[in-house]
Structures are given as structure tokens and as C-alpha cells.
């Protein structure tokens, strides 16, 4: 008798199982579709606003267009780009981004983690300090720099009033935005003091999704601090830190505000954006223009390539 069942069974629960999986595959296929159909919007939106703009940035850098000028532009090449391998200013323009970029991010990244791991500790008056930490980040970057640029100032500027008045550290004052050897470190100050704390929030984020029996069951085992903190905190941080970096390079290589208001367009800290900005703008110069845009385009595509591949994160 029993025999004879046992296949019944099995073929009951083999039809079972069978149903249950298309039940499941019907609900991840709808689910799929859903999100599908929640995402096309977005997609349609980025393809008018951004890929469109982009193809028609690289179709004109083969062409000699100008500014509002009504005549029709000619196919000119490569002739732009030709150009550009020997633009020496562009050269300097990229060596300039590239000093401001390693500079303000290296510096924001480690300040950033620091006043992350602080916060994320508990301490009385942390949702005040949480507060008052984002001040510099909300205040608007042209206000920001046209507020450092009066206290960089050689001869009102409080900043050498302190320096020479009173701690004493310097003889005469110095004038940090002119001089090309303090200018950099000068507009790389601001950058820093200004855009830490969004550095500090991305990480803190990061730092939150850690559990904390991670760091209990670290104890037990008898690691230190620092211990935890490289076998736990800044694996489980990855995500977090390569989100971080790709954001602060984006905004490093594009830079243009806070170095416009500091130094205008000085071909001594002349950024890649800024230089742009005088061809397409100031020499209407539309199709030389729109191969520097392509340019930086492929430099800051370069980084993120580089970041994604160093700082490989796994999904789970």
C-alpha cells in the first residue's frame, strides 16, 4: 500500500513545487515590468536633458560653429582637437583642476571621515553639533568665496590682522589670492572649509547602516579600535566612500565658481571650466569650445572608470 502512494505523493508534491515557482516568476516578471514602467519617465528625461545636449557637444567640436552667428558652420575634423593637443593653456588649465582636485579631496576626505566617525559616536548635544556642522555647506558657493576673498585681504583682510597683529607669525601681510604660490592653497582652503561637511554627511550615512553587533562580537574577540576600524568599518564603508569620491571629483574637475570669484579668469589658476567658458563665451568660439567640453568630458569619465575599478564593491 504504501508503495504504491509514495509515487502519488511525490508527484503531488513535484506539481506543487512547480506551481509555487510560477507563482514566483509571474511575481518578479510583474515586478520587473513595474519597475520598467516607474523608471521609463526618468530615462526619457535623462536622454532629453543630458544625452541629447552631449551628442550635440561632440557634433560641433568637429565643426568650426560660433556664437550667435547666423552663418552656417563647416565640417572642419579634427581640426579642433588638433588644436587642443597644442593648446599649452589648456595644458595648464588641466594641471591646475588636477592640483585642485588631489588637494581639496584628499583633505575633505580625510577631515570628512574623522568628523563622521565623531558624530556617529553618542555624546550629548549631537543632533546640535549635526546642525551646525552643515553652515558652511548651506551658505552659496559665490557668497562664500566673495566672503573669503575680503578676509584673504592684505589690507583690511582679518586674517592678516591676526597674523601680524596679533600672534606675531608673519612681519607684513601677505596677499594670499595674488601671489601664485599661496593662491592654490588659498581657494583650496575655501573649497575645503565649505564642502567637508557634505563629505562628513555622505560618510555618516555609511557609517549608520554598520551594525553595531559587528563591532560588539570585534570586542568579544578582543580587537582593538583600530583593529575595527580597518577590518570593519572601512570594508563595510566602501559603498559610501566610492559614492563619496566620484560626487567630490565631479565637483572638483568641474569647478568654476569659487575660482571665478577669487582669481577671475588669471591663466595661472585657470581651471578647466573656466577655460571653457572664455572660448564658448568670451571668444565665442563654439566649436573649439565644444571640444574642450568633450575633453573634460573623457577626464572626468576617466576618473570614475578608476574609481569604480579601485574601489570594487561587491552587492552583497
Known sequence: MSQSTQPVVSTGQQVANLQRRGRASSFE????????MLLTPTLILIVLVALYPL??????????????????????????????????????????????TLITVVFEFILGLGIALVINSNFKGRGLVRTAMLVPWAIPTVVAAQMWKWMYNDTYGPINDFLVRQVHVLDT??????????????????????????VALLLLAGLQVIPGEVYEASTIDGASAWQAFLKITLPLLRPAILVTLIFRTLDALRVFDVMY?????????????????QNLVAFSDLGYGSAISVAIFLIIGIFVIAYVTFLKVEEN
Open 55 to 100: 551628442i550635440q557637444t561632440i557634433y560641433q567640436s568637429f565643426t568650426d560653429a560660433r556664437l550667435a552667428s547666423g552663418e552656417k558652420p563647416n565640417w572642419v575634423g579634427l581640426q579642433n582637437y588638433q588644436d587642443l593637443l597644442h593648446d599649452t593653456l589648456f595644458y595648464n588649465s588641466v594641471w591646475v583642476t588636477l592640483r585642485f
Open 29 to 36: 516578471g510583474n515586478k520587473t515590468r513595474l519597475a520598467w
Open 173 to 198: 601681510p601677505i596677499a594670499f589670492i595674488a601671489q601664485p604660490r599661496t593662491a592654490m592653497w588659498a581657494v583650496a582652503a575655501v573649497d575645503i572649509w565649505k564642502t567637508t561637511p557634505f
Open 261 to 277: 570669484v577669487m582669481f577671475g579668469a588669471r591663466p595661472d589658476t585657470q581651471t578647466m571650466a573656466i577655460y571653457n567658458q
